[in-house]
């Protein structure tokens, strides 16, 4: 299919539609022009806004099917009000953060303004029904990084396409016929994330649309600067499909170019590559060119000082929406004076969604700083006159706040209390109470759903303990995995496995070994060398109602996906306040490796960049398995690391592998014991194990408790109970040092109050601070070996103790 060719557009460009793209196309540019005022004002802290941008996204909400996704970026409003998915009350609510979902039910007032999403939950945290819908991923900051994602939603309609298992699923497909609507700006496009995921797309030749909205700058920087030939679709010429007959060159994009500036080209060249897209399966790149930015970047800056006299003199020339009214004039489409009462009737629209907003905004507030004014006011009544005046004048400084925020009250409030410690209890109780109600609701509205808080949450999990007889076979580790999957891929269609030589040959570990062949390439799929869109392929599969194992190959790696982890994957639920999930589940292997880049150990990392995913770390395949079961049947995103040196170890197979169901955040004691608790987990657990043995030869007694996750980390305070009864604890792994050893340390000493209850330093034992080299020797004088465990403890107690255990060294 070659793109740029006359399309009849004559029923695409009926009165009523054309009026209709104009009324919201203005309405859109006021409320630009409103929320940068709003910001200027001191209303908002931040605004970027979708003006210069209007046309383009016209045209392609109307190729836009139920049961399409968009997943674009903080430029779409016209294009998500044009779906009838954003109110402008709803665009001004999020600017303000107001945090009620009613008003924004984007993302609570979690995201700065721009961000725009559609609720694809229920109150229960289930799947609505998305084939009935306009669907919207919600936006991420981060450049470009709504573009890994948007590979796994266009993949998800390849397999509902071509997969016969999964033809009876109609909640989240029509056989395999939805566009995913991808928008980026053209300065993204300079980052790796964009062309790895064109890549993949042209590879995988999915129903992939990828508009570029193309103003000539990344804020100041020009697109000569981002972008070879100063062009993408130049650039991009490599990728088009040609029609060829080899198998291959017929393969690749359809590449449409067009001015943003004209309304009824744009109107028939979105019309034309959504069909494309969705009848043929090919990945398309729409090149929206000349568009402008009549406010320019955001409200952080003014264009004025980058841009030359001549480009904002073109600039406004070429305004989209000033053009698209001179071409309705010239077409006779209506008049001068029609338009007039359209733009004007806009203004008013626009200008009633802020007042709304506004109020409704500063409405919700009003409510406990009322509150908190009368109550510091009574509080005043008991007091001294000087303690009382002190009170007054916190009341009289939130009386004043005409847009108060609800921090005012509360550090009034805490003010207070602070002034009042010594006053009897009855004086302050109100205050108290005030303040608790307070916290629990701001708890809500700023600190909810990080995780599930559905019936389906890995946490409620029913735990189904591991049944084994005298016939439970003794298998290799890498035979309990594949065993498992083999099982798991028969019972539960919708699981997909996806990564580096997962398929062909089963994984590099053999986990897969013969599935590929047994269930089929769309079940279990090789992929290129693309860690960043092996997870975006993974998300985007979630987000479909499918349950994709995603394989990041060394646990090394993941440092290449770790933006899309931590940006998107982590943040869905908690930055839609429980409106998006994508319940992945990443693959990889680590622990006790050698090598710089193989040693497998960035544990504290992952701890301090996923929260909002579960991080599991089994001892070994059996326990995987365990896990795998639990995370299979759960609604949250979830990271488990295997066992690099665990593949060839012998293992008891559980008689009931398909069936029984790991806790999460339960850990278990390996070796009772009396004298030091050493708290560890993975690889870990038998160096700590062989440390216990060499220590019970000296006569010290180790008790050893395998954390097994570490987010969540034991919820039940099985290691404090431990401390309780040893007084000494060392935390141990092959972590840097104040990694997650340091935060194992946290949790129980501060959350568990472990401190209380010890009787020696709390210590830890980590691996050195640098990368471990290569090779055995590189490994023990990197990493901690059973020596070191023994010195660390016997240390301890030669402390507490030194005539039964005098200093070794
Ligand atoms: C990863 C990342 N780097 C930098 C930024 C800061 N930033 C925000 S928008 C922007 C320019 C984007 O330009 P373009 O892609 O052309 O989109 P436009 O804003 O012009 O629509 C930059 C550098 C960011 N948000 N994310």
Redesign the pocket.
């Known amino acids: 299919m070659i793109a740029n060719q006359p399309i009849d557009s004559t029923d695409l460009l009926s009165r009523e539609r054309v009026l209709a793209d104009y009324r919201l196309a203005c309405e859109s540019r006021q409320v630009s022009l409103l929320g940068r005022k709003d910001v200027m004002g001191g209303r908002a802290k931040f605004g ?1 806004f979708g003006d210069g ?1 209007e046309l383009a996204q016209l045209a392609a909400a109307r190729a836009f099917q139920k049961g399409d996704f968009r997943s674009g ?3 779409d409003q016209t294009f998500v009000a044009a779906l009838g998915e954003l109110r402008w009350t709803e665009f001004f609510a999020q600017l303000y953060a107001h945090t009620d979902l009613a008003h924004d039910p984007n993302t609570a007032g979690r995201s700065m303004n721009g961000h725009f999403a559609t609720r694809w939950l229920d109150e229960q945290g289930h799947w609505r029904t998305q084939t009935d819908c306009y669907n919207s991923v919600c936006d991420i ?5 709504q573009m890994p994602r948007s590979v796994g939603l266009a993949y998800a309609s390849k397999l509902y396409r071509d997969n016969p298992g999964l033809a009876d699923i109609t909640q989240f497909s029509h056989g395999g016929n939805e566009v995913t609507f991808a928008t ?6 300079s ?1 790796g994330m964009f062309w790895e995921t064109m890549n993949a797309a042209g590879v995988l030749q999915v129903p992939l649309l990828v508009s570029v ?3 000539g ?3 100041s ?1 020009p ?1 000569e600067l ?1 972008t070879t030939k100063g062009s993408i679709s130049k650039v991009m010429a490599g990728f088009q499909r040609d029609g060829g007959t080899d198998g291959q060159s017929d393969k690749g994009f359809a590449i449409f170019t067009v001015n943003g500036w004209d309304y009824a080209r744009l109107v028939e060249v979105y019309e034309k590559a959504a069909h494309i897209c969705r009848t043929e399966h090919v990945p398309v790149l729409v090149h929206v060119q000349e568009l402008t ?1 009549p406010q320019g ?2 409200s952080s800056g003014s264009h004025e000082r980058y841009k030359p006299t001549e480009r904002l003199d073109w600039e406004r020339a070429h305004d989209c929406n000033l053009q698209f009214r001179n071409w309705i004039l010239d077409n006779h489409y209506a008049s001068e004076a029609e338009l007039e009462t359209i733009e004007k009737q806009a203004k008013d629209v626009a200008r009633d969604a802020r007042n709304t907003a506004w109020k409704a905004f500063i409405g919700s507030i009003q409510p406990d700083h009322q509150e908190a004014i009368t109550l510091l006011e009574q509080a005043a009544g008991n007091l001294t006159t000087t303690q009382a005046d002190v009170l007054l004048s916190l009341r009289t400084d939130l009386q004043k706040e005409t847009s108060p925020l609800r921090r005012d009250a509360v550090t009034a409030v805490r003010k207070a209390l602070r002034l009042l410690r010594t006053e009897p209890l009855e004086y302050r109780q109100a205050l108290i109470s005030w303040l608790e109600r307070a916290n629990a609701d701001n708890e809500d509205r700023f600190s909810s759903h990080l995780y599930s808080q559905s019936d389906e949450s890995p946490m409620r999990a029913e735990v189904v303990e591991a049944v084994y007889s005298d016939d439970s076979p003794v298998l290799d580790g890498y035979l309990v995995m594949q065993r498992y999957f083999d099982g798991l891929f028969g019972r539960n269609p919708l699981v997909v496995a996806i990564g580096e030589d997962v398929g062909h040959i089963g994984d590099v570990n053999q986990g897969f070994a013969g599935l590929q062949e047994k269930y089929g390439h769309l079940r279990i799929t090789d992929t290129g060398i693309r860690e960043t869109t092996i997870i975006g392929q993974g998300i985007g599969l979630a987000m479909r109602g499918l349950r994709p194992i995603v394989e990041i190959q060394y646990f090394d790696y993941i440092f290449y996906a770790l ?1 899309t982890l931590t940006d998107d994957l982590a943040t869905l639920h908690y930055r839609t306040k429980g409106g998006q999930k994508a319940p992945v589940i990443v693959r990889t292997r680590g622990h006790r490796l050698e090598g710089i880049w193989h040693s497998g150990s960035p544990m504290g990392a992952m701890l301090n960049s996923l929260r909002g995913m579960h991080v599991l770390v089994p001892r070994n395949m059996v326990q995987a398995a365990g896990f795998y079961n639990t995370l299979v049947k759960s609604d949250d995103p979830a990271l488990l690391v295997e066992c690099l040196n665990g593949y060839r170890l012998k293992e008891r197979l559980p008689d009931n592998l398909a069936e029984f169901c790991l806790p999460l955040g339960i850990p278990e004691t390996l070796l009772e014991g009396t004298d030091v608790t050493v708290v560890t987990y993975g690889s870990m657990c038998r160096i700590v194990l062989e440390g216990a043995a060499l220590l019970a030869e000296a006569g010290i007694s180790v008790e050893v408790i395998d954390v097994q996750t570490l987010l969540p980390f034991d919820i039940t305070g099985r290691i404090v109970d431990s401390i309780r009864k040893t007084n000494r604890v060392v935390f141990a792994d092959e972590d840097f040092p104040g990694g997650t050893t340091a935060y194992m340390m946290q949790q129980v000493m501060e959350e568990q109050n472990g401190y209380a209850h010890l009787d020696s330093t709390p210590r830890t034992l980590t691996a050195k601070a640098h990368r471990p080299p290569y090779g055995s020797d590189g490994d023990y004088f990197s990493k901690p070996s059973a020596d070191d465990v023994f010195d660390v403890v016997y240390a301890l107690m030669s402390e507490a103790e030194p005539t039964r255990f005098p200093a070794i060294y």
Do not use: E, F, M, N
């Not at 900051?141 to 990084?145: F, L």
């Not at 980026?184 to 496009?189: F, L, M, N, R």
């Open positions: 970027i941008k970026y903080y430029r900051a981060p450049t470009a990084g980026i700006g053209d300065a993204s496009t980052q909205w193309d103003d700058y990344g804020i920087v697109v981002q930015q970047h955001s933006a």
